[in-house]
């Protein structure tokens, strides 16, 4: 400690023994001193689940989860979507969790004090509008993003007035009406689409579900992003209907794009291409395999008044050379190459890592000399240093030479806890090659 704190602290200390003349020396009261290590808050009421031995120490590095094979002991009867206050062996508290005794994730944690979901649920989505409120001047963004919001299996999109809401675990399932009502309570919100349609479902013992509907639903949706409008589905688009997490790469691109042919791979509605148009490329051509998502793009591009330089083709890139017509010819002075998720399980990243490698060795190839190539990875069991190393070993073997020039991720609206990896899933690379 250093000499100043200790010096500050001794009259602390002091005045406390003279207080009390019966505390010994060294000591300090009740009420200054640290708990044992073994101390539960008293006044707590939920259910109490113990971990074994040695388990809690993810979770004190910032972890949120707690697996099956994790636990010690837990009460019967327990049901999906109860709140219970997660203890170590020794029975100090490590935080509140929503539990569900049919998933391997059994213990999600909210909070990291005891506390009630009912009670948390609305002061959390306060901080999350809160936040997002600081940073973006239009109600346009990710307003929930899971653990990181302390909103376990929670998403929530922003639409201005329309809010798109996935219910993706068996906690967040059994407090949907309480989470419907919070969300419609919101200043500025009229509409609300809850969605149950995320694969994660299955593994927690829930079935996907058609989309309900509260409130009002306009007759057409858009997200507005760089003055720009995007039409979306928010019944049935990708995520809640528009990638937000791309937004700050969007905007390098655009700033890069003047007076260049851009070639957008996996282009889905069309966000990096419609960019791209509106900061002055010359001409711009998406590929994606969704006939939906073009249809989707195509409208975006009427209504911003860049339907002259933008033209979407259906292209189903990951089986091309299969049967399928290729890949297109020709050199473009910046490929984008934003691939979906390649594995969504870690047993599953070598077999991903295999399909950036063939992805990135031909975007390269696709590149005019000096230009770009713009690489992305949401594949978060694939760590982004193994991916980086993947992506410029490619390019190297497709016989360029490369230099990074920007590296990008998910904005503020999708919050990172540094000691849980998996908020953390977007990696952006921009190379110039030779």
Same mark, same amino acid.
């Given at each position: ?61 910032? /972890? ?5 094979? @994790? ?10 979507? !109860? ?36 009670? /948390? ?29 302390? &909103? ?80 979306? !589905?928010?019944? *049935? ?50 590929? !994606? ?27 189903? &890139? ?10 297109? /010819?020709? @050199? ?23 399909? +950036? ?22 594949? +978060? ?26 590296? *990008?991720?998910?904005?503020?609206? /999708? ?15 921009? &190379?110039?090659?030779?």
């Amino acid at each position: 400690m250093p000499a100043g704190a200790a010096s500050a602290a001794a009259p602390a200390g002091a005045a406390a023994r003279a207080a009390d003349p019966g505390l010994p020396p060294g000591s300090l009261p009740p009420m200054l001193a640290r708990p044992t290590p073994d101390a539960r808050p008293a006044m707590s009421t939920l259910p109490v689940v113990t971990l074994l031995p040695g388990e809690e120490r993810r979770l004190r590095r910032g /972890h949120c989860w707690a697996y099956a094979g @994790e636990i010690a002991a837990a009460p019967a009867g327990l049901a999906a979507g !109860d709140s219970v206050l997660l203890v170590d062996a020794r029975g100090e508290a490590l935080g509140s969790a929503l539990w569900n005794p049919q998933s391997q994730i059994c213990a999600r944690l909210f909070a990291r004090r005891p506390l009630d979901f009912a009670t /948390h649920l609305p002061q959390a989505l306060e901080r999350a509008l809160d936040l997002r409120a600081r940073l973006y001047a239009a109600p346009q963004y990710r307003l929930v993003f899971g653990e990181a919001d302390g &909103l376990p299996g929670l998403t929530v999109d922003r639409f201005g007035a329309l809010l798109v809401a996935q219910l993706a675990s068996a906690a967040s399932e059994a407090h949907a009406a309480a989470i419907a009502g919070a969300l419609l309570a919101l200043p500025g919100v009229t509409g609300l689409v809850l969605r149950r349609d995320a694969g994660v479902r299955r593994k927690e013992g829930l079935a996907e579900l058609a989309p309900e509907v509260q409130g009002a639903l306009p007759a057409e949706a858009w997200a507005e992003e760089g003055g720009l409008r995007f039409a979306i !589905d928010p019944l *049935g688009g990708l995520k809640g209907g528009w990638f937000w997490d791309q937004r700050e790469s969007r905007a390098w691109l655009r700033g890069a794009a003047r007076g260049r042919r851009v070639l957008d791979l996996f282009c889905h509605s069309g966000g990096f291409a419609l960019q791209a148009a509106a900061g002055g490329a010359e001409a711009v051509l998406g590929l !994606d395999r969704s006939e939906a998502a073009l249809a989707l793009a195509r409208r975006s591009a009427l209504a911003n008044s860049l339907g002259k330089r933008c033209r979407f083709a259906a292209l189903d &890139l990951l089986q091309s050379g299969k049967g399928q017509a290729g890949w297109p /010819h020709g @050199e473009w002075d910046l490929v984008v190459l934003d691939p979906p998720a390649l594995a969504k399980e870690r047993g599953d990243a070598e077999s991903a890592l295999g399909a +950036y490698t063939h992805l990135n060795r031909k975007a390269a190839g696709r590149v005019a000399p000096g230009g770009i190539l713009l690489t992305c990875s949401c594949t +978060y069991p694939v760590e982004e240093h193994i991916w980086q190393g993947h992506v410029l070993r490619a390019v190297a073997k497709s016989g360029r030479h490369a230099r990074v020039i920007y590296r *990008g991720g998910q904005g503020g609206d /999708h919050p990172v806890l540094p000691g849980m990896p998996e908020t953390r899933y977007l990696s952006v690379l921009a &190379l110039q090659l030779d």
